[in-house]
């Protein structure tokens, strides 16, 4: 069974920052894309940031140029830095990936619980 863990998540004042890690465990063959989604109350899950194997990225547009999506694929791991935050920033935020796990045949999507970022003063 696959878990995700998330760390990073918490109060930070408009401007500031955060790092989120989220770092896949279990018998894990090999991962792919790997994503953070965000949903704020009330609204819709989002997805934010994803990363591909070859290392490229995209971002959704009230993000781009203030976070960051990186990955390592030796621990199975997924990061988003976060600069300039803004409250509109304020969410749950998930990591997600495509795992293909030891002796299976597909990729599943997997999830892990959530972290909050709160921007406010």
């Known amino acids: 069974q696959v878990q995700l863990v998330e760390s990073g998540g918490g109060l930070v004042q408009p401007g500031g920052s955060l790092r989120l890690s989220c770092t896949a465990s279990g018998s894990i063959l090999s991962t792919h894309t790997m994503r953070w989604y965000r949903q704020a109350p009330g609204k819709q899950r989002e997805l934010v940031a994803g990363i591909i194997r070859s290392g490229s990225t995209n971002y959704v547009d009230s993000v781009k140029g203030r976070f960051t999506i990186s990955r390592d694929e030796a621990k199975n791991a997924v990061y988003l830095q976060m600069n300039t935050l803004k409250p509109e920033d304020t969410a749950v935020y998930y990591c997600?990936?495509?795992?293909?796990?030891?002796?299976?045949?597909?990729?599943?999507?997997?999830w892990g619980q959530g972290t909050q970022v709160t921007v406010s003063s």
């Open positions: 997600n990936a495509d795992i293909r796990m030891v002796g299976s045949f597909d990729v599943r999507v997997y």
